[in-house]
């Protein structure tokens, strides 16, 4: 029994150690929320207002370390900037549920570290390295979870390279039974991001359907007398590619990506779908939610529960990456 004690004691103080040596790296986080809205331009001419270290609330969310106000030509920028652990406790907590199995939250874990440091090495702004909206990967704020700073603490450090680089750990929330193919939705291809067939069943959105109106099409596109949606053509793994329009002035040709953010990403989940008329709305039956490039979250959770350690899991996602720990720590 002592002897347990001991190796639980020394296995706290080791996980307390890397998350302390972590904290050398640090990230500088744009907050965008219904308040603040805007991303200055690259060139944009920014003056400083202050810095605050501490705890500050903007919009119901409390956000920890500094807190750097820059005023632009469109406004004031908030830019959070705190140990980079410490932004990824708070990500996967953003992320994913916090009662998710322990495997899948280290894989999360290691997915938005490398997506950070990924973001921090190529982003030309000098003044942020991400944004806390979709747009990167989602951050609230400060939240703590015991579960999940465990499961930062115990990948500490821990990042997906290929070939000895960071990868673009791109992921999603559910594929809908197999991930899409990166040069589908970004343009380009990479060798470690492949479609591959994964099981999201448990994900609320593994199935859904959307109802809109005629009129909600219109506004959205700009258009009258919208007529008919007619699928067009497929991308490899059987997502809709594009989609052409029926209107008053004619047909237009639409994208599923501009469709979907045209209408708005959580009103039409992803390209995964069929569409027909019924009446005045369009009915939508789909199936999963986000771009499908990279790891499925919920995926990722299904192989948690099978017994899959968060290693196999990204292995699966990210075929061919080698797990280091970074040396910017």
Aim: aromatic share 10%.
């Amino acid at each position: 029994m002592i002897r347990h004690k001991v190796l639980h004691l020394f296995i706290t103080l080791l996980l307390v150690l890397l998350s302390f040596s972590s904290e050398a790296a640090t990230v500088k986080v744009l907050i965008l929320d219904d308040v603040f809205q805007g991303i200055p331009e690259k060139d944009e001419r920014l003056d400083s207002m202050g810095r605050i270290t501490g705890d500050l609330l903007v919009s119901g969310s409390h956000y920890q370390g500094d807190i750097e106000v820059w005023k632009g030509k469109s406004g004031l920028y908030l830019i959070n900037e705190l140990p980079l652990e410490e932004y990824i406790k708070n990500v996967v907590s953003a992320e994913v549920g916090q009662n998710w199995d322990m495997e899948a939250l280290k894989a999360q874990a290691v997915i938005s570290r490398t997506y950070a440091l990924y973001q921090k090495g190529l982003n030309g702004n000098i003044n942020f390295d991400l944004t806390s909206s979709v747009l990167h990967q989602v951050y609230k704020g400060t939240v703590i979870d015991a579960r999940i700073s465990y499961a930062v603490m115990h990948t500490g450090g821990e990042v997906l390279t290929y070939n000895g680089r960071l990868i673009e750990a791109l992921y999603h929330s559910t594929c809908g039974g197999m991930t899409e193919d990166p040069a589908e939705v970004f343009g380009k291809s990479y060798p470690y991001l492949k479609p591959v067939e994964a099981s999201c069943t448990v994900s609320p959105y593994s199935v859904w359907e959307r109802k809109m109106p005629v009129e909600e099409i219109e506004k959205a596109l700009r258009l009258t007398g919208v007529k008919t949606i007619t699928i067009k053509s497929y991308t490899a793994t059987k997502r809709v590619k594009t989609v052409e329009i029926a209107h008053d002035d004619g047909t237009l040709t639409v994208k599923s990506n501009d469709l979907r953010k045209a209408l708005g990403w959580s009103r039409l989940p992803s390209t995964n779908f069929e569409v027909y008329r019924e009446n005045g709305t369009f009915v939508f039956d789909g199936k999963g939610y986000g771009h499908g490039v990279g790891l499925c979250q919920w995926s990722a959770l299904e192989m948690a529960r099978e017994g899959k350690t968060y290693r196999e899991i990204l292995s699966f996602f990210y075929p061919g990456t080698v797990l280091r720990v970074h040396e910017d720590r």
